[in-house]
Structures are given as structure tokens and as C-alpha cells.
């Protein structure tokens, strides 16, 4: 089974500073694709970068940014000019392309807080 | 920009109770599915469903829990004797195939058993 490991419970940012949110996970698989979505005191999920695992190219999304190390099983996401509206909780998923059911496993998650 | 819609927002339910939560998926989607969200918890997958059958469930998906394609449009999860343990964050999502598409999740319901 395939497991997300988010080892950063808490992390802060000065408004305008870039952060980065770890995230690693264990597969057998090399097919699958991986996820971060972030979580605002609403508690909606929002899709904020996916990565393709056949896909070198590491996924960007205007500010947000990921830094995808296969071998190593690592999928960190970088926030660069952080706004205060980017204070939430950040989750990273994976999904496995090597299914019938699609779902998707997530990390324990990140609280992010933006310092004005 | 179409959107997963769920419905309560809020349930506030007694335990033992029976609860119905309802989800309109995107209307073009055909593979759906409930997660929950204890609180200060990570989302958990509880079940997916395709073609009017299960195609995978947890091992929180138990006996109390079941899910439904009444019509073309609604989809619901049913606890049939809640639970204090139960109280949660529920997310409906949906997606047009299967893992090469994204999931997209409604605004969930928080349900509270009392």
C-alpha cells in the first residue's frame, strides 16, 4: 500500500518570502500521479499543482512550484511571494495510474501561516 | 467552471441516528467518492463507485456505511446507526476517468454526532 509522509506539522512564511513544504511517500509503482491541495479554514479542498511521475519536468502554477525527485520519492512544493492568502493547511496526495478505483492517499498535512 | 456540490453543509445528528449525506457530482463525471476528514486529521478514502457499483472501499467503509446512485445526479452516503466517532468532515469527489484525471471535491459536509 502506498503511504504519505508530511514530517513538517507547522511552517511560517513572511508575506513576500518563498517556503517550501516537504513531502515524501512510499510505492511500488512507477506510474501514479501526485498532488498538493490546499485546505483554508473553509475546509474546501483545492487543487493547487499536480505532477505527472513519467513527466521529468517538475510542474509550476504561477507562484507554486514542485520540486519532484523520483528516485528519491520526494514532492516538495515551493511558494514563492508568499500572500496572506495562502495561510491554510497544504495536504500532498498520490494516486496510482495502476487501478480500477482511482482513489487518491493523503499526507497528514502542513498548516501554513503567512507573518504580515 | 462546473463544481461537485454537497448537501448539508452542517449535520448535526444523535448517535444511532441514520444519516444521509448527498452529493451532485459534475455532471459529465463517471467515477465518484466519499473521503472523510476527522478533525485535525488527514483526509481518508472511504469508498469509490462506477458504474452503479463499488470499485474500492476501506476498511472504515464498514457494515454501518453505504452509498447510493438513487438517479442521474445524486449521490449519497448513508450511516445507518451513527457513531460519537463518525463526526467528521465528509468530501464527495468525482472525476471523468480514473487516475489520469483529477478528482474534484465538493465544499464537504460536517457532520456532528451528539
Known amino acids: 500500500a502506498q503511504t504519505v509522509t508530511q514530517s513538517q506539522p507547522e511552517m511560517s512564511v513572511q508575506e513576500a518570502e518563498t517556503v517550501t513544504l516537504s513531502c515524501t511517500y512510499d510505492?511500488?509503482?512507477?506510474?501514479?500521479?501526485l498532488f498538493w491541495y490546499k485546505q483554508p479554514p473553509s475546509r474546501q479542498m483545492i487543487l493547487v499543482i499536480r505532477q505527472e511521475a513519467y513527466k521529468q519536468q517538475n510542474a509550476t502554477e504561477n507562484r507554486f512550484s514542485v520540486n519532484f525527485q523520483k528516485a528519491a520519492k520526494s514532492f516538495s512544493l515551493k511558494i514563492s511571494d508568499s500572500q496572506l492568502g495562502d495561510a491554510a493547511m497544504y495536504f500532498c496526495?498520490?494516486?496510482?495510474?495502476?487501478?480500477?478505483?482511482?482513489?487518491?492517499?493523503f499526507g497528514d498535512g502542513t498548516t501554513l501561516t503567512v507573518k504580515p | 467552471e462546473p463544481e461537485v456540490t454537497q448537501t448539508p453543509s452542517h449535520q448535526v445528528t444523535q448517535m444511532g441516528q441514520e444519516v444521509i449525506l448527498r452529493c451532485v457530482p459534475i455532471?459529465?463525471?463517471?467515477?465518484f467518492y466519499w473521503y472523510r476528514q476527522i478533525l485535525g486529521q488527514k483526509v481518508e478514502f472511504l469508498v469509490s463507485?462506477?458504474?452503479?457499483?463499488?470499485?474500492?472501499k476501506s476498511e472504515i467503509f464498514d457494515d454501518q456505511f453505504s452509498v447510493e446512485r438513487p438517479d442521474g445526479s445524486n449521490f449519497t452516503l448513508k450511516i445507518r446507526s451513527t457513531k460519537l466517532e463518525d463526526s467528521a468532515m465528509y468530501f464527495c469527489a468525482s472525476s471523468v476517468g480514473l487516475a489520469g484525471t483529477e478528482q474534484y471535491f465538493g465544499p464537504g459536509t460536517r457532520l456532528t454526532v451528539t
Open positions: 496526495a498520490y494516486r496510482s495510474r495502476n487501478t480500477n478505483a482511482g482513489k487518491s492517499t
Open positions: 455532471s459529465n463525471h463517471l467515477y
Open positions: 510505492t511500488s509503482e512507477s506510474d501514479y500521479y
Open positions: 463507485f462506477y458504474n452503479n457499483e463499488i470499485s474500492e
